[in-house]
């Protein structure tokens, strides 16, 4: 008994004993770890790299269930997102359908009264996709050329469009090339209408960015935003060709700005309209 109780004092006393120098033993410890790691850098990096390495396995294991959840929240948000847009398209689906049964409608109106009215469509229009090859475009011109003349079709007062856009008219022709009169030039004078209005007027560039309506009368709503397109007077254009909107209207002076400006052509559309045109052509008579 007494040999048991003793055994036990002992005990204490060591757990005692280390107690109170375990924090100096831990003390002594990072210290001798910080000259180690100053002594011999290579080892301790070593080191490092070992422990990476076998926790690395620990921590891929215990970011599959964060990734799995992420992956379950990121799915469920593209759900609701395909849902909305399923919605969106649904909605928009209808709406196209009803304006189909519209165009439906109107085009067969449009069928009936033109037989009742005996009509004779124009000529369809002949086209000639060109690119631009230069832009001659300064203070006192505003032309560019393209990659295609007279041997291709093209010839004087031929529109040259851009997409539906009206953006000037072929002024001179080659065998190879053509220079396009832009909307802008000082040259361009544009029989032009007003759309909501009615209001005629004459569309003249003087080399700036946008051109600005003449001869038009007094009392005409010019207001910013309305549409201005060609009218089909003069026998250079036919009417409804998109020109521009008018960006302002004070002092009596309404402005125009082109829906393509000439940094935005790249390829243009030239087409014939079987309409006789403004300018003279320099094609022999036949």
Same mark, same amino acid.
């Given at each position: 008994m007494k040999q048991h109780t003793g055994m036990v004092g002992r005990l204490a006393?060591?757990?005692?004993?280390?107690?109170?120098? +375990?924090?100096l033993t831990l003390v002594?410890?990072?210290? +001798?770890?910080?000259?180690?790691?100053? +002594?011999d850098t290579v080892l301790v990096e070593r080191f490092r790299v070992f422990v990476d390495d076998a926790v690395t396995p620990v921590l891929q294991v215990m970011s599959r269930p964060a990734a799995a959840v992420s992956s379950v929240f990121n799915a469920i948000h593209d759900l609701a997102a395909l849902r909305a847009e399923n919605v969106r398209?649904?909605?928009?689906?209808?709406?196209?359908?009803h304006w189909q049964t519209v165009a439906r409608e109107l085009d067969n109106e449009n069928r009936a009264l033109r037989a009742q009215l005996n009509f004779l469509p124009g000529p369809e229009a002949a086209f000639i996709t060109a690119r631009v090859i230069g832009d001659t475009g300064g203070a006192f011109v505003h032309s560019m050329l393209l990659n295609a003349g007279t041997r291709d079709g093209i010839r004087k007062g031929q529109a040259v469009i851009a997409g539906e856009n009206l953006v000037g008219r072929i002024a001179e022709v080659g065998d190879r090339s053509a220079r396009i009169l832009l909307l802008t030039d000082i040259n361009s004078h544009i029989p032009v209408v007003i759309e909501g209005s009615h209001a005629k007027a004459i569309l003249t560039g003087d080399?700036?960015?946008? +051109?600005?309506?003449?001869y038009l009368a007094p009392n005409s709503a010019a207001v910013p935003g309305?549409?201005?397109?060609?009218?089909?007077h003069g026998g250079a254009f036919p009417p409804g060709l998109p020109v521009g909107v008018i960006a302002s209207a004070q002092d009596g002076i309404v402005r125009v700005e082109p829906f393509v400006h000439r940094y935005q052509l790249d390829y243009v559309t030239v087409v014939d309209y079987g309409l006789p045109g403004v300018l003279p052509s320099d094609l022999p008579d036949k």
């Open positions: 006393t060591l757990r005692l004993l280390a107690q109170r120098f +375990a924090f002594m410890a990072s210290f +001798a770890l910080m000259l180690l790691g100053k +002594a398209l649904t909605e928009e689906n209808v709406r196209l359908m080399n700036s960015d946008r +051109a600005r309506l003449n309305n549409r201005v397109v060609t009218s089909g």
